[in-house]
């Protein structure tokens, strides 16, 4: 069961633009929603996460909107760099031990 | 901290063959996650332990996957016998409360 749908499943961008990554979970037992970058050959590493008492969270040029009400979450890349592209999962944590339900993923590009 | 350590980095193997995943986790984290990622499916959840239990492995595929934590700075994974279908990378996680942290994977090949 697919609990957590990201979208899209590739993304071309020009350097220096935004990128958009949408995500949407149906279970309402989540207590955490963080955001994975994947680069070849790597594990997935944590880029940032949000609570879902807060409605925005930025770092540096990474935000994550968080609408709870429709249970949707994005992570935009802000001045995109070629050095960007890898593959980003969002995920969404159950409350309890942890487990981290994943997205499909998504192929991100930035051409120079 | 030297995060997540998985070994092999790679294994090649033959068809009917055991095979046996090693992941050391972050020290002092309390859950082990193991992870299947492949092209077709994404990153699929296995199983995964909380302080050395097993809590759930309704993600193990088969019988032929079983998943061991015999203590809290080692768990394994043992695909007996393997199939060509079990070729993906397998990632182990560790995490406590917000903190946690992806082993850099076992790329597992059986042909």
């Known amino acids: 069961q697919q609990q957590v749908k990201q979208s899209p499943q590739s993304l071309i961008v020009q350097k220096g633009g935004i990128s958009i990554i949408n995500c949407a979970y149906e279970n309402t037992a989540f207590d955490y929603f963080p955001w994975y970058q994947q680069f070849p050959g790597k594990g997935p590493a944590l880029l940032i996460a949000i609570r879902p008492d807060v409605s925005e969270k930025k770092e540096g040029r990474f935000t994550i909107s968080f609408n709870k009400s429709a249970k949707q979450f994005s992570l935009h890349i802000m001045d995109s760099q070629p050095g960007d592209s890898a593959t980003y999962f969002c995920?969404?944590?159950?409350?309890?031990?942890?487990?981290?339900?994943f997205g499909q993923g998504t192929i991100l590009t930035v051409h120079p | 901290d030297a995060g997540v350590i998985q070994s092999p980095r790679h294994e090649v193997t033959e068809m009917g063959q055991e095979v046996t995943l090693r992941c050391k986790p972050i020290?002092?984290?309390?859950?082990l996650f193991w992870y299947r990622q492949t092209m077709m499916r994404g990153l699929e959840l296995l199983i995964y332990f909380n302080n050395n239990v097993p809590i759930d492995d309704s993600g193990m595929p088969e019988d032929r996957f079983s998943a061991k934590m015999p203590n809290a700075s080692f768990s394994t994974l043992k695909i007996q016998p393997s199939e060509p279908r079990d070729s993906a990378v397998y990632f182990c996680?560790?995490?406590?409360?917000?903190?946690?942290?992806f082993g850099q994977g076992t790329r597992l090949t059986v042909v």
């Open positions: 996680a560790s995490s406590l409360a917000h903190s946690s942290g």
């Open positions: 995920a969404a944590r159950s409350t309890g031990y942890g487990k981290l339900t």
């Open positions: 020290s002092g984290h309390n859950s």
